[in-house]
């Protein structure tokens, strides 16, 4: 598993950036539990990684709702620097 790269929870995403962002939780997540159900013996290191993980993951997905209806009401987004 990687250490948490790309742009931060401060700064602004593009639709791809994100869509990749959430890949890449998914993709961790997925990678934590196979180690768990394989019987690695770092159990507590695995839960920590998936609670970050999943919690990265919804906050992203959580966001792109909040952006999709913004874009429906016709709401900008935050401006980009």
């Known amino acids: ?3 948490t790269e790309g742009p931060s929870a401060k ?3 593009t639709a ?3 869509r ?3 890949d890449r939780c998914r ?3 997925a990678e934590a ?3 768990l159900r394989a019987g690695h013996p770092d159990v507590e290191g695995l839960c920590m990684a ?3 993980w999943s919690g990265e993951l919804k906050l992203l997905e959580e966001e792109e709702r909040r952006q999709s209806g913004d874009r429906r009401r016709g709401v900008a987004g935050p401006a980009v620097r």
């Open 27 to 29: 993709t961790e997540i």
């Open 33 to 35: 539990k196979r180690l």
């Open 50 to 52: 998936l609670a970050d």
């Open 1 to 3: 598993m990687k250490a």
């Open 20 to 22: 990749r962002e959430m």
């Open 16 to 18: 791809s950036q994100q």
């Open 11 to 13: 700064s602004p995403a």
